[in-house]
């Protein structure tokens, strides 16, 4: 077996962004407080042009997290040997600080539908996803994180709580976590559970990112509210006051501003990392004041 | 009502289920699916509906934007609720999507007194291609001017891969222009054939002559120079290579030189 994820390795306990190139220039100039960058893998998977020459560029200034949305972990159908080795060739030669994936499928029948879709868990899926998450780590010769889900429903034959079920991947596979704080609320408002309570059953010390973005807000068919993961727009309060909640029991770490629709103005997404970066200046054991400490003592 | 509970549905949610149920909104959600207490998941299932149908739309308009100038957004947004279903994507590759939709458009009847459309989405799909095509280094232009005339004849080009050529019996880059282009001259009749290069970053269309184009597509073919000559001087018995060459150079499309022999 690879070697399992280690909280030490990887991204920086710093403010990062989801990168958008209509920022580029911005953020080549003067990035802070951002300082690292996250890229979805499939928008790199073209033959050449100003994606990849752009990506080189900030590869070289920043670190990078490399997300992917099109794998399909969850797939009941064998994981597409064409999408593994696009994966593996992005991984070699940009060599970035992270890998990560989401525990859903979005491939039936060889259709791509461009969405995260649920998963039962169960004893099944858990050994599917097991096997996938085996087979991409094999490929890309390192620890991956996995991404805990938005829901809006919840499957009858579900017999694993989530945090339960992450944990339990992870301890199979060696892989890390990505802890998708706003999907922990929109999931917790729409299933009605306490997302401290999901917070605090969480395998934190498995966790090797933290995702922030912003939620829409529609409504049931009984007209309870049902908010919609769509990061189209700024973070709400709940979800940073949730961020405190989870950083003092994590410690610092890596935390990400999603935002891929309706995209800001650098301005505006740089004040969201802004916010992450007192979120996390806040803590006892970070930020620039520990890395001083550390080479002081170091 | 008569319903099964969803709360006592045993029947496990596979996803050829869920995705046939996700893709046809006529069809009953899938029993199985429910919310907190256990009731039929209902509207929630439409979530993924509508994520779905909403990202393939909007990765259409982005992909076609000049095909949904013309259209105008309702009729856009309708057919691509059409296609999206008939050709949902093949791969993860976003960027690629759509390959299906010119032939699409051509076969869409009430479409048919728009028949330009197709070539217009051609071109369009073209330069989303060349966007991302592999980058290539052009040869030193002084390469060509060392030669002899025969054995430059002779010589056989390796063209970019960013390089497309397409034709069309529509003035389907002046109408693609009209579209782009403030105070762009208003499209005329006639058919056209538009080579597409990228310099750096930024693919370019451009209208050529049809013996230029006659001369690029034989050189496409892996013709030599000469060959690809006597091909363009069957469209027209004056052609000179002169320009078009100048053409390819000025634009970097030139990216290797093999001599005979």
Redo the contacts between chains.
């Keep these: 077996m690879l070697q399992s994820f280690s909280p030490n390795c990887g991204l920086p306990d710093a403010p990062g962004v989801g990168y958008k190139p209509q920022h580029f220039a911005e953020i080549m100039e003067q990035a802070e407080p951002v300082q690292w960058l996250e890229i979805h893998a499939e928008n790199y998977m073209g033959a050449g042009g100003r994606p990849l020459a752009q990506l080189r560029h900030l590869a070289e200034k920043f670190a990078i997290s490399v997300h992917g949305v099109g794998l399909s972990i969850g797939g009941e159908a064998p994981l597409d040997p064409q999408h593994l080795s696009r994966l593996k060739h992005l991984v070699n030669w940009l060599k970035p600080a992270s890998f990560s994936e989401h525990l859903a499928w979005s491939t039936h029948d060889g259709h791509f539908y461009n969405d995260l879709l649920p998963l039962p868990y169960t004893n099944a899926t858990l050994d599917r996803v097991c096997t996938h998450i085996d087979q991409l780590q094999e490929a890309i010769n390192r620890p991956m994180l996995l991404e805990n889900p938005s829901s809006y429903l919840a499957f009858t034959e579900s017999t694993w709580s989530e945090p339960a079920f992450l944990a339990e991947i992870s301890r199979r596979t060696g892989c890390g976590l990505l802890l998708d704080v706003n999907n922990v609320f929109v999931s917790a408002t729409n299933l009605d559970f306490s997302p401290q309570g999901y917070i605090d059953a969480f395998a934190l010390d498995k966790v090797g990112e933290i995702h922030l973005g912003g939620h829409d807000e529609d409504e049931d068919d009984q007209g309870r509210p049902l908010l919609i993961d769509s990061h189209g727009r700024a973070v709400v309060d709940p979800v940073w006051a949730l961020l405190d909640y989870t950083l003092e029991r994590s410690g610092p770490k890596p935390v990400l501003i999603e935002w891929d629709n309706d995209v800001p103005d650098w301005p505006t997404l740089a004040a969201e990392a802004e916010r992450a970066a007192f979120a996390l200046s806040g803590l006892p054991n970070s930020g620039t004041a520990s890395s001083a400490a550390k080479r002081a003592t170091g | 009502m008569t319903q099964t509970d969803?709360?006592t549905?045993?029947g496990?949610?596979?996803?050829?289920t869920?995705?046939q149920a996700?893709m046809d909104a006529t069809q009953d959600v899938p029993l199985?699916?429910?919310?907190?207490e256990?009731a039929a998941?209902?509207?929630?299932?439409s979530?993924?509906r509508n994520?779905?149908a909403v990202?393939?739309t909007e990765?259409m308009h982005s992909a076609f934007p000049v095909v949904a100038k013309l259209l105008g957004k309702e009729n856009m947004d309708g057919l691509s609720g059409l296609f999206l279903r008939a050709h949902?994507?093949?791969?993860?590759?976003?960027?690629f999507y759509g390959v299906e939709f010119p032939a699409f458009l051509e076969g869409m009847q009430q479409l048919s007194h728009l028949g330009y459309l197709g070539d217009v989405a051609r071109l369009e799909l073209a330069l989303r291609h060349a966007?991302?095509?592999?980058?290539?280094a052009p040869i030193d232009p002084m390469l060509l001017a060392g030669q002899s005339e025969q054995a430059l004849l002779d010589s056989r080009i390796t063209l970019a891969?960013?390089l497309h050529l397409i034709r069309s019996p529509w003035p389907m880059h002046s109408i693609w222009r009209f579209s782009t282009e403030a105070g762009a001259a208003k499209p005329k009749a006639g058919a056209e054939a538009v080579l597409i290069t990228?310099p750096e970053?930024?693919p370019i269309p451009q209208v050529v002559n049809p013996a230029d184009a006659a001369w690029i597509e034989a050189l496409m073919q892996g013709d030599s120079i000469g060959e690809a000559l006597d091909q363009a001087r069957t469209i027209d018995s004056t052609f000179d290579l002169s320009s078009p060459l100048t053409l390819l150079l000025q634009a970097g499309a030139i990216t290797g030189l093999e001599s005979k022999g």
Excluded: E, I
């Design positions: 969803p709360k549905a045993l496990s949610v596979d996803q050829a869920f995705t996700m199985g699916l429910v919310d907190h256990g998941a209902g509207q929630r299932f979530v993924y994520n779905v990202s393939l990765a949902p994507p093949s791969s993860p590759l976003m960027m966007y991302h095509a592999a980058d290539a891969p960013a990228r970053f930024d």
